[in-house]
Structures are given as C-alpha cells and as structure tokens.
C-alpha cells in the first residue's frame, strides 16, 4: 500500500479520522480520500485489496465508500477483516455491489461474485441478522451490525420506483422478492451499510 497524498498521510500521523472511497477509479468522492490498484489522476492510496491494507492504522478510518467494487475482491474476508480494523468503533462500511440476478453482473469478466440479500449476514453475528432465514456466522471475531439493506433497481418510470419502494418497504418483502420474483424483474444491485459490533 501506497499513500500519494501528503495530507492523508498528515492526517493518519496526526490521529485525525479519514473517509475512504475503495476502488475509486479516479473519480472524487466527496469529503473521502480514493483508494485504487492504479496509480492514475485523482487516487490518494495505490493498494490491492486482496493484500492487507498496512498503511492504514487501527481504528484511523471514519467512513468507506465500496461502491462496485467488492465483487472484484478474491479475498473478500480478509478484506472485511480490514476494513473491520480500520473502521472507528462508529465507523460505517457503505457498500454497493450487484445482485446476483442482475445479467450485466455476469458479463464483466473481472468479477469474482456476485451478492445475494444474505452475502453480508455472514459478517454477521445470529441476534443481529434482520433476515427471517437466518445464516450461518464462521467468525467471533470482526463481525459487523447491518444498519440498512435494501435491494436498487435501475429500472426508470413510474413501474420501477414502484417495484423498488414496495419490496424495500420490508425485510420479509425483500425476502420473498429475492426467492420469487427476482429473475423475472431483477434487481440490479444490493445497497448496505455495515458497523464494526
């Protein structure tokens, strides 16, 4: 891991809390620091996220960003090990990532996975899953608290933010749509947002 950006690197040594956008491609997040494998215009940290995030200290980081970027991580729970490390005790893990219906998902041959309604319940102690299915929890140790999760559809028109407002209105509509009705209409994209527990 690399920092390029002297004031991040000031504001790690002074203790200050950062935001993180991961996989930024180069695109400014607002108030967050980008993080890309690339070294191109407007990247703050060159890092692998399927390496350990080393320049980042424990607890340093206040917010990330993970939009359309988890499902091109082969180490994907080593990657929430860390980012679990550097999150805040009040930090948030902001994470959009395609759901496994969604076609276009597919095509991009550098996803790893996709994600379904229950990928991050495995973050997730038992009490604390919203789900009526419950799943399993492989870890004691650096497990999240899901604050919000509700599936995005890209579907324009007065059909589409109808569908969208109806099954996110729910967990147990969310549930049922996934099982039922999601390859017919899918869902282009799950939307979460994870604590440190």
Known sequence: MQVLNPQLADDLAHDRPVSIAIGAGGERDEGHYTLDIRDMDGIDIVADLNEPLDGLPDRSVRSVHAHHVLEHVRELDALMDELHRVLRPDGVLQVIVPHWANPLGHSDPTHVRLFGLYS??????????????????????????????????????????????????????????????????????????????
């Not at 007065?158 to 729910?170: A, L, M, P």
């Not at 749509?177 to 999601?182: F, G, H, I, L, S």
Request: some cysteine.
């Open 120 to 197: 991050f319940g495995y973050f997730v102690g038992l009490d604390d899953q919203p789900f009526e299915r419950k799943v399993p929890t492989y870890r004691d140790d650096h497990r999240f608290r899901i604050l919000s999760l509700s599936l995005g559809f890209r579907s324009t028109g007065r059909f589409g933010s109808t569908v969208q407002r109806e099954v996110n209105r729910s967990m147990r509509r969310m549930e049922l749509y996934e099982r039922n009705a999601a390859r017919v209409y899918w869902p282009y994209e799950i939307r979460c947002e994870l604590a440190p527990a």
